[in-house]
């Protein structure tokens, strides 16, 4: 799922290419991707674009008149920037919005049609779009641990809570709490004043990092290369993989559609989280610390 420094990117490059430009039409092929019905769609044609806004992990478009588009890709949702005209791509194209310069066209991989739009009108109703997470770049270190302790849950379920903090997800909280060196399980009210101190740096620093390097690698064009697994990642997606830090095995938590990765010699103290699957199947089998699963 695009997460804080994609949206971020996606943003500045929409900004020069949409805002100031009429829309002239729009093309939505998914019947799930709209959930509202009023005002029409067909009402924001021949509209030019006014500003742009990031609404956690949601993308938010003011059209002239105050109506607002506002865009949750959800896991695999996409955003490409097409010739005027241009033709949407194959079964995972959604929906395009003709400009007089361009195509933005919405794609969505997968046969699960999780995206959505949704057509707002007024600036009041389009902010009640954010789920209220608090800004980790502007926020002070008391608000922070504010948030972070107003209950009793685990790391990786307290950064990734839209409503406590804003544009964080499954791959970049991984990030973040292996640069910390924090377990994802530790409960958030067993921190000590340190180690709040050192997610909040982490938590910026990780952001920071990635929306540089997102920066760079669009390198002025519209940002083709969003998705959750980067090589350059150091845990997220890399399971079984070389901490870039330490050389120990990346670790794994599953449970659902999500999996958790983290160091366990960097995070852990050496201990290798259960899994809820694995360790059942495995019982006494199970290593409980690195240097054993090493000798696996």
Known sequence: MP?????????????????????????????????????????????????????????????????????????AGRLHWKPAGAKLTGKIGLAAFDFTNGSLQLTEAGSKRRASLYLIAGEAN??????????IFTITLDEFTSALTSGNHTLKRSLTDPHLFSGIGNAYSDEILHRARLSPIKLTQKLTGDEIERLLAATRETMQIWIDRLRTEANGEFPEGITAFRKEMAVHGRF???????????????????????????QTDGKVLADRSLSRLLKDDWPRSIDEWSHE
């Open 3 to 75: 997460e804080l420094p994609d949206i971020t990117v996606y943003l500045e490059a929409l900004e020069p290419r949409i805002v100031g430009q009429i829309l002239e039409r729009t093309r939505i092929v998914s019947p799930f991707l709209l959930r509202t019905f009023e005002p029409a769609i067909e009402s924001l044609h021949g509209k030019p674009v006014t500003a742009l806004r990031r609404l956690g992990k949601r993308i938010a478009i003011q059209f002239e008149g105050d109506d607002w588009l506002v865009l949750h890709l959800m896991i």
């Open 126 to 135: 389009a902010l009640k779009q954010d789920p209220g997470g608090i800004d």
């Open 240 to 266: 079984g993989k070389p901490c870039p830090d330490c050389g120990s095995p990346v670790q794994r938590i599953r449970y659902a559609d999500n999996e958790t990765n983290y160091c366990a010699r960097c």
